[in-house]
């Protein structure tokens, strides 16, 4: 019996000081190697290319220096600033109205079509904006869909290749991070509120500007988050707006480094005052927050609020929005791509003989075999590395230490970036004697896996903070390694959200264009460059017939992953999640004091 008793502290009993130096040492190591790759892959091109325009001759690059400010505020480039700065702020404001309007009729209302609002903020999140800049211009150009049927209007095609244009398609494509940001806020408004107000006769329209004021925080979010995908985006730039020639600063970067001779040095000057304008906001809307304490209102007395009958004429007039949303943002860009496609020559109009499959056919031999495959082999590989050094970033974010929060700040800073200015840095960057890795595909894979890793790192923070220390400790304790502990524990209570950021990050590597654009192998080019090269070479209907089976063969492969994923993942990991320690929930029965007792 002692025996046993001697064997059983032995077990149960405390790790003794250093026990686990070894497995200390071991991820000590492995944080800073992680360090090492943020710095490689994101610190180190970024800053290269950026102090370009402060130090002259770096690199060997011929110019630089401040002078290059002086360009960049002068000519072509100063214009595209202008635009964007007009586009970003006028399309902000239209989709953080929406998004805030949307998620009222989803989240507060008695609207039956909540959830087909939430599906479809998620459809609008997973559709690259250029693939809805080809639609409108293959439904509006000279020679177009609209122009075969017979109905050619001169002042749409004004309208859709112009400034407003290039607002409407980033206004919608940007709603769901409005939605978003504001559908949470409306929780923390609470019934009482309102009720309050209407107990002291306090008119509807004053009732609504006092909730629009609590929401105030969620607002800037929106508007910033919005203002700055609008700044960066590079899709409409380089189809709606190269078009209709109107400059925005992401193509004069790409104007910049696709010059003869290059013009590195501008190219970083009207990154740096891209990126400014981009803190500008993001600035405001860290000070609005810094702020929320006053907009607070959520207690422990608050009550669900009573949602919203909207009544016969309410409902008809959303469910009519909600139908002209669809159609600005997909549905008339969709019917222009489906048209392209299966018709062999536009200006015949639609008839029986002018169906065909032919562009199918050609798409499939050309661009499927070639392009999207690539695309496939990249994104897979590529969103693995994503996700498993995203893995590794959340762990080190989990912690309450200084260096977690300075890197939980570069991160953040990584992915304020646009994709266009990092793709810039890797061609400076990486095509150096010593770094001679421009022009391969090795570059370009690289390149997709950096730019997923700090919003791979975001979504997997959450998880990742969810696992208690005392599972990896009692691991540890009974003799598991670093690799045990991983592949018994880590792997199995984070499955969903593994499997959920790799799809996600796949997803968005198939149609990733700014960097696709920018460092792609000669005679390599991946899906997105060939969409948009189809596009700008006028041949619409084979780049419609190849979005279409792109897209297709896109939406096939994730549900058959998840398909696969729902069967062959053990049932446990699939709902895994985090046991709660005795500790956290309920104090030890030697520390409750007997009955009776103060």
Known sequence: ??????????????????????????????????????????????LSFLLLSFVPGLFGQAGGGVGSFARALDGYALEALRNSLLVGVVSAVISAALGLLLSWLARRTTLPEGRVIEGLMWVLLLTP????????????????????????????????????GVILVLALAHVPFSYLATASAWSGVGGELDEAARVHGVRPSRRTWLTVRLLAPAVAAAFAVSFAESLGDFGVASTLAANAHFPVAT???????????????????????????????????????????????????????????????????????????????????????????????????????????????????????????????????AATVAV?????????????????????????GAMATPGLVLAAGYIFAFNRPFLPLYGTSWLLGVSYAAGGMPSTSRLLLGPVTQLHR???EAARTHGLGPGAVL??????????????????????????????????PPGSPPLPVALVSCSNNFDYSLGAAL??????????????????????????????????TPSAVEPHPASIPPAGTA
Do not use: C, K
């Open 251 to 381: 193509f004069a970067i790409y104007r910049a480094l696709y010059a003869n001779p290059l013009d590195f040095p501008l190219a970083s000057a009207t990154s740096w005052l891209l990126l400014l304008i981009t803190g500008v906001a993001l600035l405001l809307q860290a000070r609005v927050a810094r702020r929320a304490r006053a907009y607070a209102s959520l207690t422990g007395r608050s009550r669900p609020p009573r949602r919203v009958p909207l009544g016969w004429a309410g409902t008809v007039t959303a469910r009519l929005g909600l139908t002209a949303l669809v159609l600005l943002a997909l549905g008339i860009p969709a019917l222009g791509t489906v048209v392209s496609a299966f018709l062999r020559r536009i200006s015949d109009g639609l008839s029986v003989p002018n169906i065909t499959l032919e562009y199918f056919v050609a798409a499939a031999h050309t661009g499927l075999g070639g392009p999207f495959m690539y695309s496939a082999l990249l994104a897979v590989l």
């Open 547 to 580: 979005e279409l089976e792109a897209v297709g063969l896109v939406l096939l492969a994730v549900w058959a992953l998840r398909w696969i994923f729902a069967r062959v993942v053990p049932a446990g990991w699939q709902r895994a999640t985090v046991p709660a």
């Open 1 to 46: 019996m002692a025996a046993l008793n001697t064997r059983f502290l032995s077990v149960g009993a405390r790790p003794r000081p250093g026990g686990h130096r070894p497995y200390r040492i071991l991820t000590h190591v492995a944080g800073a190697a992680l360090l090492v790759v943020v710095g490689v892959l994101l610190l180190y091109p970024l």
């Open 129 to 164: 904006s250029y693939l809805v800049s080809v639609g409108w211009l293959a439904l509006i150009q000279r020679g177009g869909v609209l122009s075969g049927l017979g109905l050619d209007w001169p002042g749409l095609r004004t309208v859709i290749l112009g400034p407003s």
């Open 470 to 472: 005392s599972l990896g």
């Open 487 to 520: 592949r018994t524990i880590t792997v199995p209570l984070l499955a969903a959200p593994l499997f959920s950021a790799w799809l996600l990050s796949a997803t968005h590597i198939m149609f990733e264009l700014p960097m696709s654009q920018l460092l792609y």
């Open 388 to 412: 498993a050094l995203g893995l590794g970033l959340a762990g080190l974010l989990s912690r309450p230490t200084p260096l977690a929060r300075g890197l939980d700040l570069a991160l953040l």
